[in-house]
């Protein structure tokens, strides 16, 4: 039996080769992050794998797992540790291999295995790793199961189980892209820059786009885990303005961008411009519901209020439901309201039947892309873009603040908007009208315009977000009231990026 981990060891000693060393804010709401060798090391990873398997078989889940690993220069080792431990709580291993986290969710359906664990750290920077998990296809873990996760594992409460089994599956790759491409070619021809930041995506979105009929520019396809040009992220305007200089260059008809472990999708449009992914939300969400009427859409409290107020989607008697931020929150909102889809402002889509199989995937949310250009023939993805009703809104903007204190910057930041709504004070010079609070706080005022403030869940930040469906000054505006509050916290640093 391993002993009881460690939250902090001093690397390039004995204890922290015979020690596991797991800090516990690594078990995040809904997966787990950690910096390698600084936060958790091949012990720490073997212990996770020990819990997990232990929860697995506390919940009376069937103990048959898919795992897989993204391509950073440690991941393999790190999921041969984490295979260690879940076979010593009696799991029965099915390893896909180096692949995206939406190939290994994939072989729940197809390996008929009900659990999931895919060593990634998604488009975190190099240094950080982690899993994504899950017990219930195609849902992974959210705060309950992350929660008992975290006290089995840092209480040492494993139980080691017979049955424990290792299986290899050759050739999964090949069966994940089939699936993919197992459908009618686009009438329409269609140039599009794939750019996967030297991520796992390059081993697999342009093979699928070209399989479909779309001339493909690659862009940034090699692997290579040092991530030399940015890190893949479809959300980082470093990327997206990487993609735009192509499409300009190419004359592309649209540009794709794939993160780190090609279950997010980013989208610039043949003039170059950047369309951040809750206007794509938007934009899909008008193409299926012309074929579903009267669907439902889940969408995460950083995405716009186009789905309530485009008269579009009114007339064609869609229902929005704004839910928490977070890929296992939106899949599990989609699942329990039968919505057709579910959309996150961070990339990350859900397409139920008949689309998808109600987990998120980059290179199908780049089919959906396509298929939308080819359903609208006469139209570019700028015309499309363009026929939204417009609005001015910010990237995804991340003010520093530590895992420690974060949700605690957070409750004050929601408790000091809440009075000021209670004193009829102003927020940018307007009346407040609304706030939500169901993941942080949301706070809207008269003239529609709003803003967000939530923890990040899965790095040391904070989120924020604003639009305004008046002018880019509002947005502006806007911005400058909620930081002011946030600077009111002196634990809050500063933005990775900002307007």
Known sequence: MLPKPQSSLQPNTYEYESQPLVKPTGFREYDARWLFEKEINLMGIQALGMGIG?????????????TGHDFRGYSSSIKYALISGMMAAGMRVKDVGLSLSPMAYFGQFALDCPCV???????????WTGVKMGANRPMTFGPDEMGRLRDIVLNGEFKTREGGSYTYVDGFRETYLADLTNRPKLKRKLKVVAACGNGTAGAFAPQVLEAIGCEVIPMDTNLDFTFPRYNPNPEDMKMLHAIAEKVRETGADVGLGFDGDGDRCGVVDNNGEEIFADKIGVMLARDLSKLHPNATFV????????FTTDPVLKAQGVKADYWKTGHSYIKRRVNELNALAGFEKSGHFFFNQPVGRGYDDGILTALAVCDMLDRNPDKSMADLYNDLPKTWGTPTM???????????????????????????????????????????????????????VRASSNKPELVVVVESPVSEARM????????????????????????
């Open 54 to 66: 232990t929860l697995i078989h506390e919940m009376g889940v069937r103990p048959d797992i898919v």
């Open 117 to 127: 664990a895919m060593v990634t750290a998604s488009h975190n920077d190099n240094g």
């Open 299 to 306: 969408v995460d409290v950083k995405s716009t209020g186009l």
């Open 398 to 452: 991340a003010p520093h603040c530590p895992d420690e204190v974060k949700y605690e910057v957070v409750d004050r930041v929601v408790k000091r908007f809440t009075e000021m709504k209670d004193k009829g004070e102003q927020v940018g010079g307007q009346a407040i009208d609304s706030l939500v609070t169901v993941n942080g706080v949301r706070v809207t005022t008269s003239d529609g315009t709003w803003g967000l």
């Open 476 to 499: 502006r505006e806007m911005f400058h009231a909620v930081d002011s509050i946030l600077r009111e916290n002196k634990e809050v640093g500063a933005y990775n990026q900002t307007i």
